[in-house]
């Protein structure tokens, strides 16, 4: 029941998020539209509570147990992001809106943008190793916990991870190529260009 659950709760994010954002932008309808997307978070509610009554019904915590304290904690941190970058091309697909801001890819601002991936992970492991906690101290029996601190383990080196990629970004930050220039430069460039030239000479 608990990994059917983990299927229906991540299909219906994404037919949730589809919903929403077609009665927002494509019905014109953004009230709606919003009160949709908020039902996103009864997804993880239903999913934990299930989890919780599973185990309190007698079920051994074994890998499904852990796979659904992992699948809140990403949830949770990661999905009003996930919201936010699809609704940022949606709109820009469907309704005019401006196009997504592309990646940096150089310097500090990729540095900056290295850390706070890394944040927003960290974040989602450090829920999914708490939810995985309070389990272990639900069913109370060592014994029958192992496979959650076998996931609370497996979000150590999610977080370890994380922490290295951020860290080299620091170390070594990747250098942009002779002659690059970030979105918008050269018209910037042009635009300094003309003010050093000055008005044109009336005729």
Known sequence: MIVALIVICEVGFWVLLAIGLSLRYLAKLPRTGAAVLLLEPVLELVL???TAVDL???????????????????????????IKWVDVRFAHRFAGGPPPVPVPKYGRERTVFEWQSAGRWILAALIAIGLLQLAAWYVGDPAQT?????????????????????VSYTIWPKKAP??????????????????????????
């Not at 609370?152 to 951020?166: D, R, S």
């Not at 002779?178 to 005729?203: I, N």
């Open 146 to 166: 192992t496979s959650l601190h076998d996931w609370q383990t497996k979000m150590l080196f999610v977080i370890g991870i994380n922490l290295v990629i951020a």
């Open 56 to 82: 309190k019904n007698g079920a051994q915590a074994d890998i499904k147990h852990g796979l659904a304290a992992v699948y809140i904690g990403f949830s949770v941190a990661l999905g009003h992001r996930t």
């Open 48 to 50: 934990m509570v299930a």
């Open 178 to 203: 002779a002659g690059h220039l970030p979105p918008g430069g050269a018209e910037d460039r042009d635009r300094a260009g003309a003010g050093r030239q000055g008005p044109p000479a009336s005729q």
